[in-house]
């Protein structure tokens, strides 16, 4: 692939293709898992306002702090539920892997997602042990 960058989320396309137009507000995400990886995606990135942007009005932070020392290894799709084109809301299990302070460790999480005037939003979660 040359020089093409893939695409953190792991879809296997370039970042440019995949999840940078989601992120730019150049196209909508189709379904809840398409935002589920351009949330991870914008954590890799440190897109805090795209974070804030996709998040449900009711359920969102005033303000989001990334620590700059975590750093995003990969995403891992566990299981969805609904959140496809025809759906209003949706769940979206993953692992995301990470390595903070050196050491490597996993979130793992059920995310629900909802459609607002027409958009896929986060809007909470649960974490798994």
Known sequence: MGDVKLCPCRR?????????????????????E?????????????????LLRSW?????PADLVLDSAQRWLFLEIVATERGGLFDDSGTVEFIAHYKLDGVRDAMHEVS???????????????FRA
């Not at 991870?40 to 805090?48: L, N, R, S």
């Open 12 to 32: 296997g396309e370039s970042f440019e293709e995949c999840c940078g137009p989601i992120l730019a507000g150049e196209r909508a995400a189709a379904t809840a």
């Open 112 to 126: 629900t997602f909802a459609r607002v005037d027409g958009a896929w939003v986060y809007v909470d979660g649960t």
């Open 56 to 60: 449900h009005p009711e359920t969102r």
């Open 34 to 50: 398409r935002l589920m990886r351009s949330r991870y995606t914008a954590y890799v990135v440190g897109d805090t306002e795209y």
